[in-house]
């Protein structure tokens, strides 16, 4: 099952300029984190944000969370053509006992061209 | 340590037999996932293990599936009597996950079955 949701399924953009992405999800949360996927590669963890923070930095790459909306957004400043690759939010749901699993949303592809 | 790594990479299997995937999760790492993931959607989880003990598993997964973490170290999943319909990218992950957070999870490459 899928918790988290990407929006848009697929984005183009030309080098220098931001790409946003946005992942809407369903029940509370622990935390927010995004990953990369190049075509036919593992996954690449990016940056995790917590329930209690609703921004965080790293490099050209910031993240929103809003966990009144059930919303997170990642900005990637001054795409480069080697930003192209699928991005995935996932959720750490919010759990009593032992944690639970990553869930993982469909993903939003991203094409840089230069 | 070189990361998690996944055998084999690629499998190819006929219809009705049985396959076992192993993964070696980063040392220490209390948590280890498995995901399935086809073309153009993301990761699907299957199930996951802290330590020694399966903590979740996926209504999805069929009673075909099967996982097991001996010691709490490598894991291995098994698809008896597999259909077309597994093919997939079967992904691993490991993870040094303490209370109830996760934290940054690590990917292995994978391993690509097709059940012809």
């Known amino acids: 099952s899928q918790q988290g949701e990407e929006d848009p399924q697929a984005l183009s953009i030309q080098e220098g300029e931001n790409a946003t992405m946005n992942c809407s999800y369903k029940t509370s949360i622990n935390n927010l984190q995004w990953y990369r996927q190049n075509s036919g590669r593992g996954l690449v963890h990016l940056i995790l944000i917590r329930s209690n923070e609703r921004e965080k930095h790293s490099g050209r790459l910031r993240v929103t969370l809003d966990t009144s909306k059930k919303s997170s957004s990642l900005l990637i400043t001054a795409s480069r053509a080697a930003d192209t690759a699928s991005y995935f939010c996932a959720t750490d749901l919010l759990a009593n006992q032992a944690g639970t699993a990553l869930i993982f949303g469909k993903g939003t592809t991203l094409s840089v061209s230069s | 340590d070189t990361g998690v790594s996944q055998d084999p990479r690629h499998k190819i299997t006929k219809r009705g037999q049985n396959v076992t995937f192993r993964c070696d999760p980063i040392s220490e790492h209390n948590r280890l996932y498995w995901y399935r993931q086809t073309l153009g959607q993301g990761p699907e989880f299957l199930t996951y293990f802290q330590n020694e003990a399966q903590l979740e598993k996926s209504r999805l997964l069929s009673d075909r599936f099967s996982a097991e973490r001996p010691k709490g170290s490598f894991s291995t999943l098994e698809i008896q009597r597999t259909e077309q319909g597994d093919s997939a990218m079967y992904l691993c992950?490991?993870?040094?996950?303490?209370?109830?957070?996760?934290?940054?999870?690590?990917f292995g490459q994978g391993t690509r079955l097709t059940v012809v």
């Open positions: 992950a490991s993870s040094a996950s303490h209370s109830t957070r996760n934290t940054e999870a690590f």
